[in-house]
């Protein structure tokens, strides 16, 4: 039998989702525990930091049942430090500790400035046709005189970039470096390059494409050079010999540069390839000077490739062209595998659906999302796929094909940021599955190393109100610390200095007026406040509160001592469905009670923010802050009957849900009332971007969970599961993005990916299921599901800081069997329907029965 009751899994370390090169000094820690021991919780751990090179050993013992984003209890890193990191941990019987965990390696990448020996090199200026400068190939030769024990490169670039070291494509990242606020951020990658380097002679070429830097971006097809007009990379690589002896090889004025078969790139138009065209007339570089930016290690994981899909059917239109059906909705590109003769090229179009049989190209605007493979001819065949550019589509148009296509010509690679799947959903209704699988669906396609509104228009930005009310359901499915963490960061850099914050971020000119707006901009609170409820991490709160503050204030600096904020233009209840196609701002709650109540309820978060940071002051004036303006939104809003001065369906979910109404009795009238407005409308969905994430709890809030459940599984238009009735397999930006007849909205905005209105899953998850955070970073849980809607079972499952978090339950007439599965060092909070009071459990897994009402 053996002896330790625990054991330490999963041990990882802050910003450390790649293999190499953080850029925290002092990465914090987390692991898991589990133990066969009920009862059982941790008491003290033990952290053990061995260094490499030297081998010194270092043990710290901390009295602690803490096991998430623990300080790291050495000193800081230093550039290109690798040290092994294992824990053990005690319970409380105080006895022998747990095993070591496996070691984790830790390596800190380039921190300072001064690391860089490297200069950033651009191809010497010269313009294309149409007075473009084409993308580049850049290369570099070093030799080296003994074999290697260890190497690494450092790389970034002004535009995209893929790197070879002797032919072989280095990592697997996709669209590297990624989109930051350039002038302020820009992300280095580190990759380990022992096993591509030999004694003698290499070189590295790095290929290099407009990408978010250069490319066209924004509306109306959109505007080029937003960041510059020059290419550039940056490479630096860092070679350890046996004798302990090292070398360092960079860009710099030695490096050459050549055109190279990609003809045009663009994120919006696709890519145009010529693989008969091998680099040529090798030229030397310009050196370019570096700034103003901030060289920085990346916060979450990059974009790569994750899926392969195949065609489910090859259609022909009735134009007669070829069309291929990929069954779903994806975000990627396409790959070939082609034996054609040379010079004669084949053309790929890309579309989210077809109208009247064709590739429906409208939604899509300016962007053009073709690509263009002309082959070389080579004997056997061919295979290309785009590098530096993707598309949102199901149906691709394949034109100037050789011959027949076969199976596994034409295939789908689908990319997103490579964020680890931590939240998973089931019920007994297969509309609600492919509900909840079209929200996983969108949300990954549009996490591609931003959280997107779309991926298929010109457009393809981070708009704050998306992310705003997506946020809860985001982290619930995703683990997407790393990707928002580094977005807030970009939302702080550019916020004006009147606290506005832009209405996506990254922020580029555009026609679309910079707003102070609300739902949009509070995502400079809510967004923090989400990451720290869900994972529990005070430190997000901390590096965003001067940013929170700057938004409360700016909206106090406008309303004033009247505390209504009824002065600046809103978008309010976005996309109302009652809005005209043509006028999606014309929704039916008064967009100035939307600002108001938004001002309350970040007023109040920034106070709870404040006195979790321990500033005092600050939390006793934004808490009366808080109160004055509920007082406000009531004297302005609420009429003597109860009513709001806007009878709609999203300001009854705003009043409920953020706290502004004072007494019982305007509670329960308001519940009433939105209940009322959910019948008129025959259980159809009333509300926009604003609404949509709130109407469900409002009306459990009001105890009409039997009205939330038939909102929630209304088939007909406009309601959730119509468009999974359409055939949709990610969610609309529309409630009708297709009309019933099969046609395309005429509106101007009508994407079919866009994640927003998929927010409901949060409440699927808390409701339907049962699953949900009582205490931040669900180190506390609150399991209580709430049947109904005729379902007899449903499941939700998380991957918590702490562990995997499982509810399950099953209806046999009354009956209501529950299992529960809580992590260790975590506690979970019972409430179940037709017991009189919750009550606590502790880790491990729990079946419970009760009697309820019959469905």
């Not at 860009?251 to 050549?258: H, I, N, R, S, Y």
Request: charged share 25%; with cysteine.
């Amino acid at each position: 039998m053996t002896r330790h009751t625990l054991r330490v899994t999963d041990l990882r370390a802050e910003h450390h989702r790649q293999p190499l090169g953080i850029g925290e000094r002092r990465p914090r820690l987390s692991w898991h525990t589990v133990t066969d021991r009920p009862g059982q919780t941790q008491t003290a751990y033990e952290v053990r930091l061995t260094e490499f090179g030297n081998e010194r050993v270092r043990h710290y013992r901390i009295p602690s049942a803490e096991s998430v984003l623990v300080p790291w209890p050495g000193g800081p890193l230093v550039s290109r430090q690798r040290v092994e990191v294992a824990v053990r941990v005690w319970g409380q019987d105080g006895e022998e500790p747990s095993a070591w965990s496996e070691p984790l390696p830790v390596e800190a990448g380039l921190l300072d400035p001064a690391d860089w020996s490297a200069r950033l090199v651009s191809p010497a200026r010269s313009e294309s046709a149409d007075g473009e400068a084409p993308p580049s190939v850049l290369r570099g030769a070093f030799r080296l005189g003994a074999p290697v024990t260890d190497a690494r490169l450092h790389l970034t670039a002004h535009g995209v970039y893929e790197a070879e070291l002797n032919g072989v494509r280095v990592g697997d990242h996709v669209l590297a470096p990624g989109w930051t606020h350039y002038p302020e951020r820009l992300r280095h990658h580190t990759h380990d390059i022992t096993g591509l380097l030999h004694e003698g002679a290499n070189e590295l070429r790095i290929l290099l494409a407009d990408g978010w830097y250069r490319g066209r971006l924004g509306f109306g097809g959109g505007t080029r050079d937003t960041y510059g007009d020059r290419l550039a990379a940056l490479a630096q690589i860092e070679v350890r010999h046996p004798d302990g002896t090292t070398a360092t090889f960079g860009t710099g004025p030695d490096w050459q540069a050549a055109p190279g078969p990609l003809l045009s790139s663009g994120i919006y138009e696709g890519e145009a390839y010529d693989a008969r065209r091998e680099p040529h007339d090798w030229q030397p570089v310009d050196v370019l000077p570096y700034g103003p930016a901030r060289l920085v290690a990346p916060d979450g994981p990059p974009v790569r490739r994750t899926e392969i899909l195949d065609p489910v059917a090859v259609l022909t239109s009735p134009s007669g062209r070829t069309v291929l059906d990929f069954g779903q909705n994806l975000v990627g590109r396409l790959r070939i595998r082609v034996e054609g003769e040379p010079g004669r090229a084949i053309t790929l179009r890309h579309a989210e659906v077809l109208e009247d049989g064709e590739l429906c190209v409208r939604p899509l605007r300016h962007a053009t999302a073709t690509d263009t493979y002309t082959p070389r001819g080579t004997a056997g065949g061919e295979e290309w796929e785009p590098r530096f550019t993707y598309h949102g589509f199901r149906y691709a148009e394949v034109k100037g094909w050789p011959g027949e296509l076969r199976p596994g010509d034409v295939r789908a690679v689908v990319l997103h940021t490579d964020m680890r799947r931590t939240g998973w959903f089931s019920c007994s209704e297969p509309l609600l599955n492919r509900l909840h699988e079209n929200v996983v669906r969108s949300m990954r396609g549009n996490f591609l190393d931003i959280p997107t509104d779309c991926p298929q228009r010109d457009e393809r930005l981070g708009w704050t109100g998306d992310v705003q009310i997506f946020a809860p359901t985001a982290t619930f499915l995703y683990d997407c610390a790393g990707v928002l963490r580094s977005w807030l960061k970009d939302l702080a850099a550019q916020q004006h200095p009147d606290g506005r914050v832009p209405m996506y971020v990254p922020h580029i000119p555009t026609r679309f007026p910079e707003l102070r707006a609300a739902a949009w901009g509070d995502a400079a609170v809510i967004v923090p406040w989400t990451l720290y409820e869900r994972y529990g991490d005070l430190g997000v709160l901390a590096d965003q509160y001067a940013s929170m503050k700057a938004w409360v204030d700016g909206i106090a600096a406008v309303a004033g001592d009247r505390h209504l904020w009824d002065t600046d233009r809103q978008l309010g209840d976005w996309l109302d469905p009652a809005a005209p196609p043509d006028r999606p701002g014309d929704a039916r709650t008064d967009p100035h009670l939307v600002a108001t109540a938004y001002y309350a309820h970040s007023a109040g978060l920034l106070a709870r923010t404040a006195a979790l940071l321990g500033h005092g002051s600050d939390h006793a004036r934004y808490s009366a802050l808080s109160d004055a303006v509920r007082a406000a939104f009531r004297d302005a809003h609420l009429t003597a009957d109860g009513l709001l001065t806007s009878d709609a369906q999203t300001a009854y979910a705003l009043a409920l849900r953020f706290g502004l109404l004072a007494t019982d009795e305007q509670r329960a009238r308001a519940g009433r009332r939105l209940a009322e407005l959910v019948r008129e409308e025959d259980f159809h969905i009333g509300t926009g971007f604003v609404g949509t994430p709130l109407i469900c709890d409002a009306l459990c809030e009001a105890g009409e969970y039997d009205t939330a459940y038939r909102l929630l599984l209304r088939r007909t238009c406009p309601s959730w599961l119509y468009p999974v009735t359409m055939g949709a397999t990610t969610v609309w930006e529309r409630w009708d993005s297709m009309l019933p007849d099969g046609s395309v909205n005429p509106g101007e905005m009508t994407s079919f990916n866009h994640y927003a209105l998929g927010a409901v899953a949060d409440w699927m998850h808390r409701t339907v299921a049962g699953l949900a955070p009582a205490a931040p970073g669900y180190r506390r849980l609150r399991v209580r599901p709430r049947p109904g809607g005729g379902l007899t079972h449903a499941c939700a499952a998380h991957d918590t800081p702490y562990g995997r978090a499982e509810v399950s339950w099953s209806r046999t007439g009354s009956e209501l069997r529950v299992r529960v599965t809580v992590p260790h060092g975590t506690t979970a909070l019972i409430d179940l329907p037709g017991r009189a009071a919750p009550e606590e459990a502790g880790p491990g897994t729990h079946l419970f029965r009760t009697e309820t009402a019959r469905p």
